[in-house]
């Protein structure tokens, strides 16, 4: 247990294990300039009763940041199943934020027998639920822009365009999230960003989820400054869909409301996880 580095098709990957080895698996999928630090919060009350896996994306946190291709969302999605096999997962329920629930959703759609359910945080479910267009707008959208504040990116910077992440008053986001933002490759994040862009493009995600025929618990935060929270509705669409919308929480309910968001999680692994690790 502990962090460790699996080399997969198109990088290493930086992983992270927490809780019994022989217990049910959670994996937990960061969002767009995340890392596993955003899950930091959570993972105490979840290790508790299950091997917690978090992986770091290709070009994220402690993983490979390549200067080419490999950032598609359905090569991401292939990269954490390559990771999870390699850990001798055969069966897990999938919990990814923001961006993570588009990679958790390819995963899905690759890899059916090894996902039992999935939660997804704040994940915009079509491109015309977007509403941000502050600091994040401009490093993404902006290219010349973009490249001039990310050659300087101080924490002042970073903490701008992590300020529509979080809406909670006071608070502060960790020095360790802003580092590994700084850590990123101008490349890996707007590749990430338009790969998400691509797919989103592509269907939107309720209508993938409608397909896979998995449990899907969606948590949104009402005061999200990056997708419309009235969106979140659209995944009722989805069959035996349960949608919870958090009052006073923004985009990023792990960081904002620790103790609620691991209450939901664990409501819902207990119905819908996966068996032992070592369980056939």
């Known amino acids: 247990m502990g962090d460790s580095m699996v080399t997969v098709a198109g990088g290493s990957v930086h992983v992270r294990q927490d809780g019994p080895p022989d217990a049910p698996v959670l994996v937990l999928v960061h969002g767009l300039a995340g890392s596993t630090r955003w899950w930091d919060a959570v993972v105490p009350a979840l290790a508790a009763s299950y091997r917690v896996v978090r992986v770091d994306l290709l070009g994220h946190g402690g993983s490979a940041k390549p200067a080419g ?33 588009y990679v958790a959703t390819a995963l899905t759609e690759q890899r059916n027998d090894l996902v039992t359910a999935l939660v997804l945080v704040d994940t915009g479910p079509r491109l015309d639920a977007f509403i941000s267009d502050g600091p994040v707008g401009q490093l993404l959208f902006v290219p010349v822009l973009g490249q001039l504040l990310w050659r300087a ?24 999230i802003v580092d590994d933002v700084r850590g990123m490759t101008y490349h890996s994040l707007t590749a990430t960003s338009k790969a998400a862009e691509e797919y989103l493009g592509q269907r939107p995600l309720p209508e993938r989820l409608a ?33 919870e919308v958090l009052p006073d929480v923004g985009h990023s309910p792990m960081l904002e409301d620790p103790q609620r968001t691991a209450a939901l999680l664990l409501a819902f692994a207990a119905g819908h996880s996966g068996p032992a690790t070592g369980s056939r």
């Open 153 to 176: 990116r101080t924490d002042g910077i970073l903490r701008r365009g992590l300020s529509t992440a979080v809406s909670r008053p006071g608070y502060r986001v960790p020095q360790g």
């Open 69 to 101: 291709d490999g950032y598609s969302i359905p090569d991401q999605g292939r990269r954490v199943g390559e990771v999870l096999n390699r850990l001798g997962v055969r069966r897990a329920l999938v919990v990814a934020h923001s961006t993570g629930g």
């Open 211 to 243: 397909d896979l025929g998995r449990p899907l618990l969606v948590i949104f935060g009402q005061q999200d400054r990056r997708w419309r929270s009235s969106s979140a509705a659209d995944y009722r669409a989805v069959p035996g869909a349960t949608v």
